[in-house]
């Protein structure tokens, strides 16, 4: 495994720790410093956090790189969705025409079954780690055209 590789997946395990400790331990856990990133019963447009209710979980991360000037397209995601920004800055449109920006080191609790397009309005990649938090043979993005 290469060392960039190596650094990501520590990332992504800490991410997960962070997000199952973070909650319910607090800064003290066997002597392991604990901050929470974000924590929020919203997602990024405001709707109230909901689990997907399945009896097929599966859970989906990915590495994503958008290079400079590079976009998501317009999509939308059928169940609940997370990142954890890497490096860069991300700019998200949502389809009524606000924005937010997310730089590096910010979390994201993306909107469920809102239109929305990811943009990299910077000089560097924007990288993110994603957890997609699915169900067996459901898609966990869905392309939309915009009108």
Known sequence: MNRTLRIYVAILISFLFLGI???AMGDDYAGAKVTVIKKSTTTANGQKMEYLKT???EV???LVEIPPGG???WHLHPVPVYAYVLSGTITVEME???SRDYKEGEAIFEAVNAVHNGKNLGKV???LIV???GEEGRPVTIR???K
Do not use: I, M
């Open 21 to 23: 400790a973070g909650n």
């Open 55 to 57: 009896d097929h979980p």
């Open 60 to 62: 989906t991360a990915l």
């Open 71 to 73: 976009e998501t397209g």
């Open 96 to 98: 009524r025409g606000e």
């Open 125 to 127: 990649p924007v990288k």
């Open 131 to 133: 957890f997609y938090t």
């Open 144 to 146: 939309v055209k915009r």
